[in-house]
């Protein structure tokens, strides 16, 4: 049994009659592919699948930093990838910001330019760190004509028990919800079809046509735009696999003053306020057993560094997907005529997700039969 002859035509699937780009992925990087089709190919019939109503990939799973690399981060990738790359990497990640922001409106996006801080427990790493700063100002300064990094001589009165910190005035955060929610309204607005509950199974290329298989449905395109991620390899063989990353949020806490997100030990650790609430998350450098485990430590962390942060009740806990591989830039390429792939955006694709969805319907207007 298959669809209905209802279904079908709302899929637009009958054989005449073939879409001209399908995207797989409901993430920033799909969304934002999508709407760039409509924008440049008017003529075209695009559609958006994914596989759950909601989301459950890291664009609803997120926290909502608009960052662009903390400097004891930068400092390991100067270390591992070197000066030109990690510059790089801040360039797209702060054009990537810029393009979110003008797009949609900092209204829209609930976003905060309420600055970040690093906080150090670690005075070797600060010591370390602080050397380098100088350097890491100097190379940056092209990307944001401003210096992005000031070493605070004074600890915040929002944090405690730290052994340095250091500001950054140029980050904030964002409200993820308000994000997807003005991205998806973006998607009606062009007319671009979503269909979520649809979980791509496999693709077959015949006489030029991509079909793409959803249980009992096939639905045909030109173009199919994999904007899957962390998912990517169900589908294909890329350099890319997912990594847990847990966040948890308190119940209201009347005593929090925090008013900066903040980083700590090369991003692994990030703290944010959201209504009243502390949110935490990330803990993955830790050799920890199991969840529950890098549960205790995140909180535990927050009562001790966090001013007015005690007792830490969990009201929400959750845990997504981040899309890592070897390299720290995103995966962005045709793999076939009519089959392009945008993936592997790491722990910044709130940043990055805008340009790497644009990249990718490039390349589908660009690679036409
Ligand atoms: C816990 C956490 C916190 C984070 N915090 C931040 C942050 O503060 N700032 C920041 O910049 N970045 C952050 N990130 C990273 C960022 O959220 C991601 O890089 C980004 O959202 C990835 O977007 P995407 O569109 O590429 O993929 P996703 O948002 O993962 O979307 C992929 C979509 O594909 C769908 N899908 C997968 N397989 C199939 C299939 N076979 N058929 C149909 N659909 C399918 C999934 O359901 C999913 O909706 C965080 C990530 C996590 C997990």
Redesign the pocket.
């Known amino acids: 049994m298959g669809p209905s002859i209802w279904e079908s035509q709302m899929l637009q699937t009958s054989s005449q009659k073939p879409l001209d780009a399908l995207v ?9 592919a999508a709407l760039e089709l409509a924008a440049r190919q008017p003529d075209w019939r695009v559609a958006v ?4 109503p909601l ?13 662009f690399g903390s400097p004891s981060e930068l400092l390991d990738d100067w270390h591992q990838i070197g000066p030109k790359a990690t510059v790089d990497l801040v360039r797209m ?1 702060w054009k990537g910001l810029q393009a979110l922001r003008q797009m949609w409106g900092d209204d829209a996006l609930g976003h905060r330019a309420c600055g970040a801080v690093e906080a150090f427990t670690d005075s070797a790493l600060f010591e370390e760190v602080m050397a380098f700063l100088p350097t890491l100002n100097k190379a940056l300064e092209e990307v944001f004509q401003d210096t992005p990094f000031q070493a605070d001589p004074v600890e915040s009165a929002t944090l405690k028990a730290t052994c340095g910190q250091i500001r950054s005035h140029l980050e904030g ?1 964002l409200n ?1 919800a308000s994000m997807i929610q003005t991205m998806r309204a973006g998607l009606d607005r062009a007319g671009v079809a979503f269909w979520p509950g ?4 496999n693709l077959s290329n015949a006489d030029g046509l991509w079909n793409v298989i ?1 249980g009992a449905l096939t639905i045909s395109a030109r173009h199919v735009l994999l ?6 390899q ?2 294909i063989d890329l350099d890319v696999h997912p990594v ?4 948890l949020v308190s119940e209201v806490m009347p005593g929090l003053k925090l008013d900066h997100t903040v980083h700590h030990d090369r991003g692994y650790v ?1 703290v944010r306020e959201i209504e009243g609430r502390l949110l935490i ?2 803990g993955r450098q830790w050799d920890c057993r199991d969840d529950d485990e890098v549960g205790e430590r995140l909180t535990a962390w927050a009562r001790r560094h966090v001013v007015g942060c005690s007792p830490f009740e969990v009201a929400h806990r ?6 890592i591989g070897a390299s720290r830039r ?1 995966e962005v390429k045709t793999l076939q005529s009519g089959l392009h792939a ?2 592997r ?9 805008t340009t ?2 644009r990249m990718l319907a490039d390349l589908a207007i660009r690679n036409q039969a």
Not at 24 to 32: E, L, P, R, S, Y
């Open positions: 797989v992925g409901a993430g920033i990087v799909g969304m934002n699948v994914d596989a759950s989301g459950g990939g890291g664009s609803t799973r997120n926290a909502g930093f608009t960052c990640r955060d993820t649809l979980r791509v199974e959803c904007a899957t991620n962390a998912f990517a169900d589908l847990a990353n847990q966040v990030y998350g990330g959750w845990k997504g997907q981040l899309g995103p945008g993936v955006l790491g722990g910044m694709g709130v940043a990055i997700g790497v969805g």
